[in-house]
């Protein structure tokens, strides 16, 4: 067992393969995606993130007396592809209601939300995840998925945590206060064992992937377009009664995600062999530590007072426009990984690293912009990468386009630039030069290749290194590899060393 912290007064955690050897996980992930609308759930006020607190409100939003409320048709919509794309069933008539509860982030003190009659139903998600002994897949079944509005955002200042325990004060923001939102609820998950983090990590990717498939929400973890509540609760192996959950509230990474659980595994199963109860509550995971803190007791739906909101009307998507919906999905990022697997002759690690590296799609649109996959695989997963990490950005956050990259792949392959004149071409791109041609004319990057410019550069080089020259003469002619470098060094790296070379031999008669 591992100890806990001096004065805590909590049991010890357990380690991790004591804890699922001798206790089963059941999992409940709650998932909530923003959606990527142009205005508000039921208002036109806009989305965008980022914006000065309190500039894109309204009083529906703001929930001010006589304000009412509309829905947003685009993000039905969307609501009803995500359903579909999970295999769910589509409701032909539900109702928004009333979420009552008191948080200053909440302008109305309720939420608008669906209850007991949500607009997708009894669905699954199929995930692959990979163990010593080959990918085993599990199928992840959904409960529901409804739509609502977001709340807005608490802002602690003072303190060390950014939490409201030991904050000077706190401010609200409603601009976030009525984006649309869906929430994926699973049932609960069975089986997973000694699985059940790599599992839970695996949905949430499977679902941002199909979510951005769809194109509903850019589902950028970081920016909370994303979140995720991880519920977990343990029972003794062989036993048929489960045990009580907890709930650790939006987590907002992956690998947190898979974290959450292993660290929730380990604290419970520290509480019952203990001879202690898991207390039903809300917990808030610690980023630093891979911990997570009490948070309050979790409330059942009736501590809620739900009721049917009487200022909206119901849903009713009728049969014909769910039938069109459904044709018109995009290709399911499961088989999409397939088909690029085989189409560029990737091997598993191969696909796996385009995967974790976010670059499936930046690849691929770079492909359709006529780069070979292996030069596009090349440049996302090496050059731009790094200046990714460096700059502390995602991937696709990177001020390059798809085509810009294309472009910078096709002067490479036309011998135009070397690998090392095209890093410069892209630091020029992302540093807001131009498209790369411009950034090669600007900056004089092009690659120098004809003998009219070559000629001199390579008699001055073999005049200043007699004695490497004699030697080439003499059949040595792994020598010019020396004057070549010269050449190189005289052109900033700009000379075509193939031909630099040519032009030598041809010139000492070693040709």
């Not at 920016?223 to 977990?232: A, H, I, P, Q, T």
């Not at 630039?417 to 411009?438: C, F, H, M, S, Y």
């Not at 059949?475 to 700009?494: E, F, I, S």
Request: proline share 6%; aromatic share 4%.
């Amino acid at each position: 067992m591992k100890s806990a912290p001096a004065g805590s007064g909590a049991p010890a955690t357990v380690a991790y393969d004591d804890a699922v050897r001798r206790y089963a996980p059941l999992l409940g992930l709650e998932v909530h995606i923003e959606l990527g609308t142009a205005s508000k759930m039921f208002c036109s006020c806009p989305t965008s993130f980022g914006a000065d607190p309190n500039t894109q409100v309204c009083p529906v939003c703001l929930a001010l007396p006589g304000s009412l409320p509309v829905v947003n048709g685009t993000a039905v919509e969307s609501a009803i592809r995500l359903g579909l794309a999970l295999n769910c069933s589509i409701a032909s008539w539900c109702r928004f209601a009333r979420k009552n509860y008191f948080y200053p982030d909440m302008p109305k003190n309720y939420q608008i939300s669906q209850y007991d009659e949500p607009l997708c139903s009894d669905g699954h998600l199929d995930v692959t995840v990979d163990t010593p002994d080959g990918p085993r897949e599990f199928r992840i079944p959904i409960e529901r998925v409804h739509m609502e509005e977001d709340t807005g955002k608490s802002l602690h200042v003072g303190g060390a945590t950014g939490r409201i325990h030991g904050a000077d004060h706190s401010n609200v923001d409603y601009n976030r206060a009525g984006i649309p939102l869906l929430e994926i609820v699973t049932r609960p998950i069975e089986g997973a064992g000694e699985l059940a983090p790599l599992v839970a990590r695996a949905y949430v990717a499977e679902l941002r992937a199909l979510a951005r498939s769809l194109g509903i929400s850019d589902v950028r973890m970081e920016e909370g377009s994303l979140r995720c509540d991880v519920n977990v609760s343990l029972s003794p192996v062989g036993s048929d009664e489960w045990g009580t959950r907890s709930e650790t509230k939006n987590v907002n990474s992956l690998r947190s995600v898979e974290r959450a659980v292993r660290s929730e595994i380990e604290r419970q199963a520290g509480v019952l062999d203990a001879g202690g109860r898991v207390v039903q509550e809300t917990r808030h995971f610690k980023e630093d530590t891979g911990t997570s803190v009490s948070g309050r007791s979790k409330e059942e739906a009736q501590d809620y007072r739900y009721f049917p909101d009487p200022d909206l009307v119901p849903v009713a998507p009728s049969a014909e426009w769910v039938e069109e919906l459904r044709a018109a999905l995009p290709e399911p990022p499961s088989v999409r990984r397939a088909r690029i697997k085989a189409e560029w002759s990737l091997t598993d690690e191969e696909l796996r690293d385009l995967i974790n590296a976010d670059a499936v799609d930046l690849v691929e649109a770079t492909v359709a912009a006529g780069a070979a996959p292996a030069d596009a695989r090349k440049w996302w997963l090496n050059e731009l990468s790094r200046r990714a990490t460096e700059s502390g950005v995602e991937l696709a956050g990177l001020p390059i386009s798809p085509e810009q990259v294309a472009r910078v792949c096709a002067l490479v392959s036309a011998g135009d630039l070397t690998n090392k004149l095209a890093r410069q071409v892209i630091e020029g791109v992302l540093d807001g030069e131009g498209e790369p041609d411009a950034v090669v004319e600007a900056r004089g990057l092009k690659v120098v290749s004809d003998d009219s410019a070559l000629g001199g550069i390579v008699d001055q080089v073999i005049a200043d290194n007699p004695d490497v020259a004699e030697k080439i003469r003499n059949g040595k002619t792994a020598a010019a590899g020396k004057l070549v470098g010269d050449v190189m060094k005289a052109t900033r790296g700009q000379a075509d060393a193939g031909r630099a070379r040519e032009l030598i031999l041809e010139r000492l008669g070693a040709a």
